[in-house]
């Protein structure tokens, strides 16, 4: 499905608060080797660099995602990028130039650096909040044999720590 596409538009669950969520849709896109560009919510590019994903901010213009409401972000999300998402020989050509950059994301997920990321974010967290968190995220591991799973982990972490 990804081999055509240069570009992935997610549409993350979250589309009516300014929070980053992170799903399979992300997920997808970093596995397809794809640039992501995020429809909904806010911050998913500067979530995911601070936990060592590129998010490609030298080729995707993600400013939409400080924008105050839904409607700004997706619009500036498309008219931003305008050039890139009408261009496909650009596209096609920037995916094959970034391609090395493309694979460390996929590696980063696929060899554990998600979930050495969400472990670290637990740990900083008050005790009696892990205490409180670790069972549900222990039981929802065990309830998923896929360790992508992981990202809605990290999501919850996320929703969290913007809430303190």
Known sequence: MFNNSAISLISESLSYQRAAIFTEKTLYSILGLTFPIWIGGAWHASE?????IDSFSDIIDHSYENCDTLIE????AFSDNFDLLNNKELASSLREECYPRLLKNRDFILNGGLTTATDKKLLSLPTDLQETLIPFINTTWHRHTNKAHTIGNEAILQLITKNQ
């Open 73 to 76: 972000r997706c619009y500036r």
């Open 48 to 52: 995911l660099e601070k936990i060592g």
